[in-house]
């Protein structure tokens, strides 16, 4: 990879990681996806920096950014804009929603009712909206970043499969270590630190980035081992539903970002096996499915799965 293109990856993630202390993982994660073209799903009890997280990368891109706090009587086109009539010109006139930035952070995303997140699915798919019979492109890049609690918490509402089927990754953020919570508090004397964040790249910078990510080589044992890892899930005894054809597509996808974010022009196994988790986990149904309580016990059987796969060699 041109040293140039890995240097305005350092630079990001440098940037996001000024604010977002002991989380270095969940800073290459997301930024996995933003390389990906793709949305990323972040998920834990409340309070432990995932709105942060969501804050921290917009700002770090120079882009429009719009956060999005999901509450129960929010509607469609709260999010993607409606027509309004204009008395003078007798006509309807469009007027764009919030949907309309860079990069989007749906705030607490399941604590809306599935009609309202549903709002999303185009934006995310297509990269567009339809309001009345027209559609409206979104402007480039395009990133939604959506947190959420737990579902057992009080006021939530399950994601659809089909709106979980759109993040390439899901995130579970985690309580940090002791030295990293202690400097948070270090941090906090004067204020929120990411408000002073300053952008790192520009809109055109990351579009490069994506456009490089689109150029990683992937060698034909590598497709191969995405598809048995894939078909794993599917013909699993233990799986009420397996992995789905874009599940497959994310994975390479994501593996092709991961592998220019660490300075290599092509994708290696190992590239695979560390996303397969945070790829796959939310795209299976375990047998016995209880929403939101068994994320540990799905990990788990799909590290499973992954560990009795085959890794090219």
Do not use: W
Request: with cysteine; glycine share 6%; hydrophobic share 40%.
């Amino acid at each position: 990879m041109p040293t140039e293109l890995n240097h305005l990856v350092d630079q990001l993630q440098r940037n996001v990681s000024r604010v977002v202390l002991g989380k270095d993982e969940v800073v290459r994660l997301c930024l996995v996806a933003l390389l990906a073209g793709e949305h990323v799903l972040l998920e834990d009890v409340p309070g432990v920096g995932k709105t942060l997280v969501g804050k921290a990368l917009a700002k770090s891109v120079q882009g429009d950014f719009c956060r999005i706090q999901f509450t129960p009587d929010l509607l469609p086109s709260d999010i993607v804009g409606s027509s309004v009539y204009h008395a003078k010109t007798g006509e309807f006139v469009y007027s764009c929603g919030p949907i309309f930035a860079n990069i989007i952070l749906a705030d607490e995303i399941n604590r809306t009712p599935p009609r309202t997140q549903s709002a999303l699915l185009e934006a995310m798919s297509d990269m567009q909206v339809s309001v009345d019979g027209q559609t409206h492109p979104l402007p480039s890049p395009f990133m939604v970043i959506a947190t959420q609690n737990p579902f057992e918490f009080e006021g939530t509402y399950p994601l659809p499969e089909s709106q979980l089927d759109r993040f390439l990754l899901r995130i579970s953020m985690g309580y940090p270590d002791r030295q990293s919570e202690r400097q948070v508090l270090l941090t906090h004397r004067k204020g929120e630190p990411v408000d002073e964040l300053q952008p790192a790249l520009g809109c055109e910078q990351i579009r490069d980035l994506q456009t490089a990510v689109r150029g990683v080589a992937v060698e034909d044992s590598i497709y191969d081992y995405i598809l048995d890892i894939t078909h794993a899930t599917r013909y699993c005894d233990e799986l009420h539903v397996g992995a789905s054809t874009r599940g497959a597509i994310c994975l390479y996808r994501a593996a092709q970002a991961l592998a220019l974010m660490e300075n290599r022009d092509y994708v290696i196994p190992d590239d695979v096996k560390r996303l397969s988790i945070p790829v796959l986990s939310h795209r299976v149904i375990p047998k016995g499915y209880l929403h939101g309580r068994q994320r540990d016990a799905v990990e788990t059987l799909v590290r499973r799965l992954v560990d009795e796969v085959r890794v090219p060699e």
